[in-house]
């Protein structure tokens, strides 16, 4: 049986009562930010990168990064709109009704926390050293399982769900637990049911997907 709102809850209803285009505008923002500042230490990385640069050799890296910045904003809509599908199918699933239009407000809200691994990326390589190359910057990813391990010690089959593996995943689950106790009034014991169905099981399935189809 749904409960009434809890003193969390209602904290956290209370800290997301914002425009929500506005504050999208603001993630979109920082995201190509972080990003074009990111490519920026990736091709300056590049052994005699101004040369080449004035040949015009990196035009299509150009291109590819102009595209990227542009699909960006429609890749968060389409991840908002999945995560949303997720969690409402994994709540009907366990036998809890919730508005699906709630769920996908939070997702635009819960997705800040992946602007942090992508900013201290930005952070370790502002200065990045002689020996660093573009591969190594491209690759990193902050306080993940590829990190402690270290992708050089790593088969690049098992990079991207390493890399994956990481705290922000740990922190968006927990914020998607208080969130979704938030919308459906459900307890917090419900409602880590519902995280763990509608988003780990799926992730797990994706990554071990993605390593047995894995080819060099």
Same mark, same amino acid.
């Given at each position: 049986?749904?409960?009434?709102?809890?003193?969390?809850?209602?904290?956290?209803?209370?800290?997301?009562?914002?425009?929500?285009?506005?504050?999208?505008?603001?993630? +979109?923002?920082?995201?190509?930010?972080?990003?074009?500042?990111?490519?920026?230490? /990736?091709?300056?990385?590049?052994?005699? &990168?101004?040369?080449?640069?004035?040949? %015009?050799?990196?035009?299509?890296?150009?291109?590819?990064?102009?595209?990227? &910045?542009?699909?960006?904003?429609?890749?968060?809509?389409?991840?908002?709109? +999945?995560?949303?599908?997720?969690?409402?199918?994994?709540?009907?699933?366990?036998?809890?009704?919730?508005? &699906?239009?709630?769920?996908?407000?939070?997702?635009? +809200?819960?997705?800040?926390?992946?602007?942090?691994?992508?900013?201290?990326?930005?952070?370790?390589?502002? $200065?990045? #050293? #002689?020996?660093?190359?573009?591969?190594? /910057?491209? *690759?990193?990813?902050?306080?993940?399982?590829? $990190?402690?391990? %270290?992708? *050089?010690?790593? $088969?690049?089959?098992?990079?991207?769900?390493? %890399?994956?593996?990481? /705290?922000?995943?740990?922190?968006? %689950?927990?914020?998607?637990? &208080?969130?979704?106790?938030?919308? $459906?009034?459900? #307890?917090?014991? *419900? #409602?880590?049911? +519902?995280?763990?169905?509608?988003?780990?099981?799926?992730?797990?399935?994706?990554?071990?997907?993605?390593?047995?189809?894995?080819? *060099?």
């Amino acid at each position: 049986m749904a409960q009434p709102l809890s003193s969390e809850a209602q904290r956290l209803k209370d800290l997301i009562d914002f425009d929500k285009r506005i504050y999208f505008f603001v993630l +979109v923002l920082l995201f190509l930010t972080i990003r074009y500042l990111t490519n920026t230490l /990736i091709l300056e990385s590049i052994p005699d &990168y101004d040369a080449l640069e004035k040949r %015009g050799d990196f035009m299509i890296f150009h291109i590819f990064n102009a595209l990227n &910045y542009i699909w960006t904003p429609f890749a968060l809509l389409w991840k908002f709109t +999945v995560i949303s599908f997720l969690f409402w199918l994994g709540a009907f699933m366990l036998g809890f009704k919730v508005p &699906y239009k709630e769920l996908w407000r939070f997702a635009l +809200v819960a997705e800040m926390i992946f602007i942090f691994p992508e900013l201290i990326r930005l952070l370790v390589f502002l $200065s990045p #050293s #002689s020996t660093v190359t573009y591969q190594q /910057i491209d *690759e990193y990813r902050a306080l993940s399982l590829l $990190s402690l391990l %270290g992708a *050089e010690n790593v $088969s690049q089959q098992y990079h991207y769900a390493l %890399g994956t593996i990481n /705290i922000f995943e740990v922190l968006y %689950g927990i914020l998607w637990l &208080y969130g979704f106790h938030m919308i $459906s009034r459900r #307890s917090l014991g *419900e #409602s880590s049911a +519902v995280v763990f169905v509608s988003y780990y099981i799926p992730l797990i399935i994706w990554l071990t997907f993605y390593v047995m189809v894995y080819k *060099e």
